[in-house]
């Protein structure tokens, strides 16, 4: 512990004080002293010293934190994916904007959209609507100080240990000298570059698939691609298969199918995990159920396991999802979020 103050001192000395530092993104938010958080700080310190990170990554990282940030944290409680209404989430994100630009890049991307599919085993139309989702095809500006976020995070009670460990994955991430510390930014969760892959998921998941010796979702479109794609091929990702379609519930609507959810089939692993997706039923049993396809016509005729999403209470509007549903799930785990992937790639196609 003496160790560590002794570095801690050297940092304030040079001007780069953890209690009263502030960076630009943050400047409206003044710094107010907090012991216990410098405590806790000092022994996140001391379990990156002791994991081997380099003095200069732990000066650069530790000079960015600040005591947490109230806006991340509100922001954590506030999540859209939480607070809106399924009508107002999904409104708000499939836009004209997004149709026609994802369009574009489709075409313009065609040969390593291509490749990457052909490798993975994931359709194009998906990759670029998580792309076209996360970052807005990589036009959104990412500028938050990703040491400070995943420490604001980390010392918060709600999922404190989770973003502790990314927090020392970002650090073994800016310790190997890719991404440099200017490029090193992050979104209000601590999510990175264009494809927006917590520091464990690059860690596991990203790909440098252009062959130049960096794995960069931050600037390279082909490695983004292919990064999402990696993540999606080990969750089961069918690509003989869509994720799903919006549907018409039965006459009486939501109610009618309440009484209906007692047997079903059993899901694979990756599904089962899912809880809240309720009962799997043989897309022909849906079928018989009287759900059909959003224009009135016959579901289609095969025999694949598939479960009902149903939107805002009272709207009887519904979504018959199949298992690569599940897989998008996993990348954001909201029936509300996953929709808008599936409906964006239809846009896509």
């Excluded at 040491?147 to 999922?159: G, I, P, S």
């Excluded at 209906?260 to 990756?270: I, K, M």
Aim: proline share 5%; net charge neutral; aromatic share 12%.
């Amino acid at each position: 512990m003496i160790k560590i103050a002794k570095r801690l001192l050297q940092l304030s000395l040079l001007g780069l004080s953890l209690s009263v530092i502030t960076s630009p993104a943050l400047a409206a938010e003044p710094a107010a002293p907090d012991p216990e958080f410098q405590q806790w700080l000092e022994a996140l310190y001391a379990e990156a010293q002791e994991r081997g990170i380099s003095e200069q990554t732990l000066t650069q990282a530790f000079a960015d934190i600040t005591p947490p940030i109230k806006r991340i944290i509100k922001t954590d409680r506030n999540q859209a994916e939480v607070v809106q209404t399924y009508n107002s989430y999904l409104s708000a994100r499939l836009t004209d904007w997004k149709f026609a630009t994802g369009r574009k890049l489709m075409a313009e991307n065609t040969e390593v959209l291509n490749q990457v599919a052909q490798k993975y085993g994931v359709q194009p139309r998906f990759l670029v609507a998580i792309w076209g989702m996360e970052t807005n095809y990589g036009t959104y500006p990412i500028k938050e100080p990703i040491f400070n976020v995943l420490a604001t995070l980390a010392y918060d009670k709600r999922r404190g240990p989770y973003f502790r460990a990314q927090f020392l994955a970002a650090l073994d991430i800016l310790d190997s000298g890719f991404p440099t510390y200017e490029q090193f930014k992050s979104s209000w969760a601590g999510a990175m570059g264009q494809s927006q892959f917590m520091p464990e998921s690059y860690q596991q998941y990203a790909v440098d698939f252009d062959g130049d010796g960096k794995r960069d979702i931050w600037n390279t479109k082909a490695d983004v691609f292919a990064s999402i794609a990696n993540y999606f091929k080990p969750r089961g990702w069918r690509d003989d298969q869509t994720w799903g379609r919006p549907v018409q519930l039965p006459k009486g609507g939501e109610q009618s199918l309440v009484a209906e959810q007692a047997a079903g089939l059993s899901p694979d692993a990756d599904c089962k995990r899912f809880k809240s997706l309720g009962v799997w039923r043989d897309l022909r049993d849906w079928q018989k159920l009287g759900v059909r396809r959003a224009d009135g016509s016959d579901l289609p005729d095969v025999s694949i396991p598939a479960a009902l999403v149903l939107a805002d209470k009272g709207d009887n509007r519904g979504y018959i999802v199949y298992r690569n549903f599940c897989t998008i799930m996993s990348f954001n785990p909201s029936f509300k979020y996953a929709l808008s992937i599936g409906l964006l790639s239809d846009q896509l196609k």
